[in-house]
């Protein structure tokens, strides 16, 4: 199987390039963004040696698929997605923090609160909740974004004081943010699912607002199985996670956790096909949709030429 570990392509027109942990950004005409989803995978901020095959497939298309089904509720950054690793789109400035929103006590929110702290971002939580509960409402808490290292906590205030977005834009933001969760929330409902907690990012295009990048992909989201939900909790036993937690437990457990000195544990090819089939199985759960594996003998080709194809449609 073959996976998209990089590329090093020179597309009609490009303009820049930018390389992310998981993905591969080609400026086009200072207008257009082409984004490949490589198959690279990251965990504890550390990119791993194997490349995982289909992982960029499954989650382009969760995204394609879930920026489809919130178009009525705010335009979106996307052109086309001319192959199942690929989306195209139209170049927006980013709003330089992310909404991150919570419908549960899980995460970062649950370690800040169980150390005491009922604040977060500014948002007052209250006593006497456990981890996984679910929160009287869903709470934004956004970060910075940051351009090297981990993202921050921020509150609306600081934002607003500090000039990073203005009050109009930011009102906006929060009601995209909360009609979008709401959506999510509906849609991973059918599916038997939780959708416990995801983050938005925003950009802007001629005075105008779109959504950008990924939506509530196993990457950018956690989601908790339905079924059982309340017997965990009043057992205070951990919830069924439906995301990438399974690939930092198997780090965790082979003595990895990105620190210094800690080296990752060998990827067996057995492993490697072990979290594709994970990915996958992700990829009908959360979509309900049978995932078909792209044609991947010369996969590199396959996506050049869907590119450029596509490009001269522009």
Do not use: Q
């Given at each position: 199987m073959q996976a998209i570990k990089q590329t090093q392509f020179q597309f009609p027109g490009q303009t820049a390039y930018y390389k992310g942990k998981v993905r591969d950004v080609y400026t086009i005409n200072n207008q257009y963004l082409v984004m490949i989803v490589t198959d690279r995978i990251s965990a504890f901020d550390v990119v791993l040696?194997?490349?995982i095959p289909y992982k960029g497939q499954v989650l382009n298309q969760i995204?394609?698929?879930f920026l489809e089904a919130t178009s009525d509720i705010?335009?979106?950054?996307?052109?086309?997605?001319?192959?199942?690793?690929?989306?195209?789109?139209?170049?927006?400035?980013?709003?330089?923090?992310?909404?991150?929103i919570r419908g549960y006590l899980a995460g970062h929110a649950w370690r800040e609160y169980s150390a005491g702290k009922r604040q977060v971002c500014g948002v007052r939580m209250p006593d006497g909740l456990k981890e996984n509960d679910k929160l009287p409402e869903p709470i934004i808490t956004p970060t910075t974004k940051a351009a090297v290292g981990h993202d921050e906590d921020i509150s609306k205030e600081d934002i607003l004081a500090k000039g990073i977005v203005s009050a109009e834009d930011y009102e906006q933001l929060e009601q995209y943010t909360k009609a979008l969760f709401a959506r999510g929330t509906e849609i991973a409902a059918e599916r038997g699912l939780i959708l416990v907690d995801t983050k938005y990012e925003f950009g802007k295009a001629d005075g105008?607002?779109?959504?950008?990048?990924?939506?509530?992909?196993?990457?950018?989201?956690?989601?908790f199985y339905s079924e059982g939900y309340q017997e965990r909790q009043q057992n205070n036993e951990p919830q069924k996670q439906l995301s990438k937690e399974f690939v930092r437990k198997w780090l965790i457990e082979n003595g990895f956790q990105g620190k210094d000195g800690q080296a990752v544990p060998e990827m067996t090819p057995e492993i490697v096909k072990s979290i594709s089939d994970r990915y996958i199985e992700l990829f009908e759960q959360i979509t309900g949709n049978r995932?078909?594996?792209s044609d991947n003998q010369k996969v590199l080709l396959r996506v050049e030429n869907a590119v450029k194809h596509a490009l001269e449609r522009l």
């Open positions: 040696p194997e490349a995204a394609a698929h705010v335009p979106n950054w996307v052109v086309s997605v001319p192959d199942p690793s690929v989306t195209i789109g139209k170049m927006c400035e980013p709003f330089k923090v992310e909404m991150v105008k607002i779109y959504l950008i990048d990924e939506i509530h992909t196993p990457d950018s989201s956690r989601y995932f078909v594996k």
